[in-house]
């Protein structure tokens, strides 16, 4: 890659705004307006906080004068990373409660939650996240007798590191009120066994017959989760978020640390749901571009299924592994056709989850019913887009609906998809490529915390289809790679324009706000096993650092 005089002369005619921030020494790379990878020497930032023009060194030194001089000391420059799905709540929530995604046999998360729960006696409830019971080879879920062997007096709830199953212990189970003669709602499983017992692990909508009885968090409780995840954010590289489904708590939190000028990242927003919360949230329409662009909420958030691992995911044919079932879908053709156009009638961007190949023609086909009439230009999204049938792939381009995907998904699923689908059932799972060449648009993140909310992880996941053990060799179901300027962009300007913020975020052209980060390598030529050992050095918004590691600025 080359300067490119063009660009920069673009980026500098451009720029209006007296240059606040010079930054140089860097190895610099963005896409241009043309959606080209650039590479650039030095950065020049306007006191608005705005790029105001990226180029050669020796060019824009003439017009720094003045300006705060930062030298990146050689370290590598790119646009600040977006997440296009993640749960910001949830990532501090599961960074202030016990945290089960480490563990990798069934005794060992046993002893982590014991740990806990003799670290914190007050507390009334033990709550965490992030076990998985195929990653414990245990062969089935984990039983309420088991938990109980960890913790018995007080009541414990457990997420799956999927958020679509939870595991209780007996206490819990008591403190609901569930027994043998309880029913689970649709879209919910409750696991029981032989005898009809509840075994403790409960799926989907299932969940809420323990959830409801956990006491809400305290505003500072939620204060603390929000700062938390705030930290973490900036730590590993995102400068912005979409937040797949908030509630109006959490949005009154948002505003207000916006209004103290105490988000570090920007927070696209979705509406849980089209329920009481969207009903309070959407009085006065989609809002954009709050607090300096730093928050918005124009879409809303639909779940037309489960998760894969837990069975939950909707499947056009029965599971490989339990061909009882077919998964559990969450509406109705007539109730998801239903929320969605209730959605953009009021002028909401759509995005639901779908999982399985069911659940994914169930939406596909609600849209392109509903895009007849109505809702175009809106950019709605299949997030997670994980498994569909071959023939269904074509139609995300068809309809004009971005693909949100999660690379990391497909390197931690890909034993428990291989169980679930069998080997014959493949060829549309987890299928980037297959995605982009039949001209559908990608956006990338990773549903922390169901996953790391590194970015590198899933630029590294997206270009090896590799775990970070380097398994399989040649990477799982190679054919569906992408290139690491694929991959840049879904985290970019491919996750901004699902946001419909690509005129202000996802690359550094002039007059976009300079979000940027600097790393310790360059990802664009480092061996691609290397990829997700890149570290952030620097975290800036909006021309301030917000983060810087300690080594570097101790």
Not at 379 to 387: D, M, S, W, Y
Request: charged share 25%; proline share 4%.
């Amino acid at each position: 890659m080359r300067l490119a005089t063009a660009f920069l002369l673009a980026t500098c005619l451009a720029g209006g705004a007296h240059a606040a921030t010079y930054v140089h020494n860097v190895k610099g790379y963005t896409f241009d307006a043309l959606g080209r990878l650039q590479s650039f020497e030095a950065a020049l930032i306007g006191d608005d906080g705005r790029v105001e023009a990226v180029g050669p060194e020796g060019v824009l030194r003439q017009r720094a004068e003045g300006a705060d001089a930062v030298d990146g000391k050689g370290a590598v420059m790119l646009p600040g990373l977006i997440d296009a799905h993640g749960h910001v709540m949830g990532l501090g929530q599961n960074a202030l409660t016990v945290d089960l995604s480490d563990t990798r046999s069934l005794e060992d998360a046993l002893d982590k939650v014991k740990a806990y729960a003799a670290a914190d006696p007050d507390a009334r409830w033990i709550r965490g996240r992030g076990w998985n019971q195929e990653s414990w080879g245990l062969g089935r879920f984990p039983t309420r007798e088991e938990l109980d062997r960890a913790v018995a007096d007080r009541p414990v709830w457990l997420e799956r590191v999927d958020g679509h199953a939870g595991w209780a212990n007996s206490k819990a189970l008591e403190v609901a009120g569930v027994t043998g003669a309880a029913k689970a709602p649709q879209g919910g499983e409750i696991i029981r066994d032989d005898a009809g017992t509840p075994t403790g692990v409960f799926v989907d909508a299932a969940m809420d017959l323990i959830t409801r009885h956990i006491p809400a968090p305290t505003d500072a409780e939620l204060e603390a989760a929000l700062e938390a995840a705030l930290k973490i954010m900036a730590s590993v590289g995102l400068t912005g978020v979409h937040d797949a489904g908030i509630d109006a708590r959490t949005w009154a939190l948002y505003r207000r640390f916006g209004a103290e000028g105490k988000l570090t990242a920007r927070i696209y927003a979705m509406i849980g749901g089209v329920g009481p919360d969207f009903d309070e949230l959407s009085k006065e329409g989609p809002q954009d571009g709050l607090h300096g662009d730093r928050l918005s909420l124009r879409a809303v958030k639909l779940y037309a299924d489960g998760a894969l691992g837990s069975r939950g995911a909707a499947l056009l044919a029965p599971y490989a592994d339990a061909p009882e079932s077919k998964g559990l879908p969450f509406q109705s053709d007539a109730a998801l056709a239903n929320m969605i156009s209730r959605a953009i009638a009021k002028g909401y961007q759509v995005n639901v989850h779908a999982i399985g190949d069911g659940a994914n023609r169930q939406v596909l086909d609600s849209f392109g019913l509903i895009l007849r009439h109505t809702g175009q230009g809106l950019r709605h999204r299949v997030e997670h887009a994980q498994v569909l049938a071959p023939e269904d792939i074509k139609r995300l381009a068809e309809l004009g609906l971005i693909a949100s995907m999660q690379p990391t998904q497909a390197t931690s699923d890909w034993q428990m998809a291989e169980k679930r689908l069998g080997p014959d059932r493949l060829e549309g799972a987890y299928a980037w490529r297959t995605v982009l060449n039949t001209g559908g648009k990608l956006a990338l993140g990773s549903d922390f915390p169901v996953e790391s909310a590194n970015p590198f992880y899933g630029l590294y996941a997206a270009v090896t289809r590799q775990t970070r053990e380097g398994e399989p060799p040649g990477g799982w179901l190679p054919e569906q790679k992408l290139s690491m300027v694929e991959a840049f962009h879904g985290f970019t300007l491919g996750a901004a324009y699902a946001g419909h913020q690509e005129s202000k975020v996802g690359s550094l052209e002039a007059g976009k706000w300079a979000d940027f980060i600097l790393i310790d390598r360059d990802i664009f030529k480092a061996p691609p096993a290397e990829v997700w050992q890149t570290q952030v050095l620097e975290t800036w918004v909006a021309g301030k650092r917000v983060y810087c590691a300690e080594e570097r600025c101790s």
